[in-house]
């Protein structure tokens, strides 16, 4: 069995407990590339990040694609990945990129403002927008306008945060206020690498169904 259709198989038994199974939703993965992620790039780890959060796209989206965007002080949307063509993806769309800015400081909100004009002015859609958010720390604390912004949209923000650098920012998104609803959640994992397929589906996935049921309620979807 390909590792692809292993990590498939992984992410369908997480989404079945969660009742997911039959939820259809964009996914979005947004991939910090700023100077201290340099290490992550070139030992591999964020091309294993590619496939696990694939994975999940091809259970929840229809034509199985993941979209992907790239961010340190710029950013770069790229070339969107399936199942075809994710085998070596870092190294040929992003490391070998010579037109996407690598290994600078990290700004979130222009790369966040994009995502949303992405989902919500270029190609609106009743089905949800589920956005994986990589940081490995320091992130702006001006990110509040975006995810504000966003509270009404049919996007869900699920920040990730690797390593152990300041995530204070991230920490306290579950008592931002002035949203319409709680679109964002965050979880810190230390070693991603150490991180089994089960964790990491489990963690990802763990508050996007109260926001579904949430945002049905409020009549976003």
């Not at 089994?196 to 589906?201: G, N």
Request: glycine share 6%.
């Amino acid at each position: 069995m390909s590792s692809i259709s292993l990590l498939k198989q992984k992410a369908g038994i997480v989404l079945e407990k969660k009742k997911l199974s039959k939820v259809v939703a964009r996914v979005g993965l947004v991939l910090d590339i700023s100077g201290s992620m340099r290490g992550l790039y070139k030992n591999g780890t964020v091309q294993k990040v590619v496939e696990r959060i694939l994975a999940v796209a091809s259970q929840f989206d229809d034509d199985g694609t993941l979209d992907v965007w790239v961010y340190d002080n710029e950013f770069s949307r790229l070339k969107s990945v399936t199942e075809r063509d994710f085998v070596n993806y870092v190294e040929e769309y992003i490391l070998n990129n010579d037109l996407i800015h690598k290994f600078g400081r990290n700004d979130e909100p222009p790369v966040m403002e994009d995502v949303i004009k992405k989902y919500t002015v270029e190609s609106p859609s009743s089905e949800p927008a589920f956005i994986v958010f990589i940081n490995d720390g320091g992130c702006k604390r001006t990110i509040k306008k975006s995810v504000v912004e966003s509270s009404n949209k049919p996007m869900f923000w699920q920040f990730v945060g690797i390593g152990d650098s300041n995530f204070e920012v991230l920490e306290k998104l579950d008592t931002m206020e002035g949203r319409f609803v709680d679109n964002a959640n965050f979880f810190h994992i230390k070693d991603i690498e150490k991180t089994t397929d089960e964790d990491l589906y489990n963690q990802l996935l763990n508050e996007f169904p109260s926001w579904l049921t949430e945002a049905k309620a409020k009549e976003i979807l």
